[in-house]
């Protein structure tokens, strides 16, 4: 090989080490830029579809796990990017938002905390600190449950029922219209029943107090407690 040549190969070779060389910093750019935006996922159920059954069935699930709680999320990665929110964890987007993010952003935490409210062998009463708040409070369990029971049956419409915390721990019960969570009244969300018909219809239809009066069977009151 001429010396010529040898330079013309060299040449070549550090023409190409530079043009890969811009092309995996673009890439790392991308992948930069990916990692710093907030992705919203779906958590992992730590039960199974049908494991809720007969409170609730497995197809109530995977519709409302697998879809509406899925779209929320997926609206919210859209609507996000290009935002003062793109960096912001989910209760900042729910503290700070309104409109279409606001809506979509609340749903994602309220689904949240709902499904992971649940388990096969829930059921019974809360213990330690928040049985004795509820007891101390509310009279009894049953009084609680009773109230309770009332603000879900008798939300309009789409919403929820809460049972959160204030900053002094004192407990509220509230009602909430589409995605409004006790987050924007500056309370902790301990546990919500969601009372959107996509959460009972095809296992009660109409029945929404026999859905609210069934759903205790499944309640993971440690995970409840966990919030307090
Ligand atoms: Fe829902």
Redesign the pocket.
Known sequence: MNKKLSIIIVLALMIGLSVQGKGLKTINNTNDKKNTTMKFELPKLPYETNALEPVIGKQTVEL?YGK??QTYLTNLNNLVPGTKFENADLETIVKESDGAIFNNAG?AL??YI?FLSFSPKGGGEPSGKLGDAIKAQFGSFDKFKEDFEKASIGVFGAGWAWLSKDKDGKLHITQESNAGTPLTKGYTPLLGF?V?E??YYLDYQNRRADHVKELWKIIDWKAVEARF
């Open positions: 409302h509406h709680y749903q309220n689904h709902y969601d959107w996509h959460s």
